[in-house]
């Protein structure tokens, strides 16, 4: 949210949306985004009409909030921590399933009352075919090399949480994800050539 926004709270922002429809209109990193799809998730849940904005990636979405060319943004947590913390930018709610530990006093959207959770991941991919020995033995160097303490810290300094999980972890974050996330693309309208 943009700091000159009269919001403090999430609660506040959906009946301003309300009241001044122009002011949900939000940017993300781009269409087809999880920040994207996540805002229509949650406009679905609220009850309000949201206006999507995309932008040719994060930094140019975060700028315009900054600047005040937009009232709010759905971006990825680690992208706008820096912003919160030093009062350019508020963040209203976080999507995980619990509080950051980067910026726990932002309060989830459960928290708020608002039945939506996601997160964004990244992880690691062997092409299709890699003999399963050697997916073990390069999952093994990865989740290692995340575990390490330097590169714990190292995440940290980026507001990162590192997990270490192995591919069947990775698996069935996949396959919750399809379901979940696949009403919400659906709903949105968007098409991959958007």
């Given at each position: 949210m ?17 009241k ?19 805002a229509?998730?949650?406009a679905r849940t609220?009850?309000?009409e ?7 990636g ?7 909030l ?12 680690s992208?706008?921590a ?14 995980g ?14 928290e ?20 399963p020995?050697l ?5 093994k160097?990865?989740?290692d ?5 330097d590169m ?17 972890e ?8 399809y379901?979940?996330?696949?009403p919400?693309?659906r709903?949105?309208g ?5």
């Amino acid at each position: 949210m943009n700091a000159s926004v009269p919001a403090a709270t999430l609660r506040d922002y959906v009946e301003l949306v309300k009241k001044d429809p122009r002011m949900g209109d939000y940017a993300s990193a781009g269409a087809g985004s999880l920040p994207h799809f996540f805002a229509v998730m949650f406009a679905r849940t609220a009850g309000i009409e949201m206006n999507h904005v995309p932008f040719k990636g994060t930094a140019p979405s975060l700028q315009a909030l900054v600047g005040g060319q937009i009232s709010a943004a759905s971006v990825v947590l680690s992208d706008i921590a820096q912003l919160h913390k030093s009062g350019k930018a508020r963040a209203l709610a976080a999507s995980g399933g619990k509080r950051s530990r980067f910026l726990p006093e932002v309060p989830t959207f459960r928290e708020l009352g608002y039945d939506i959770e996601g997160s964004a991941w990244y992880a690691l991919y062997a092409p299709a075919g890699t003999p399963p020995e050697l997916v073990a033995k390069l999952s093994k160097a990865a989740v290692d090399g995340i575990r390490a303490a330097d590169m714990q810290e190292r995440l940290a300094n980026l507001f990162l949480e590192p997990t270490g999980l192995g591919p069947a972890e990775l698996a069935a974050i996949h396959r919750a994800d399809y379901d979940k996330w696949g009403p919400v693309i659906r709903a949105s309208g968007f098409k991959p050539e958007d």
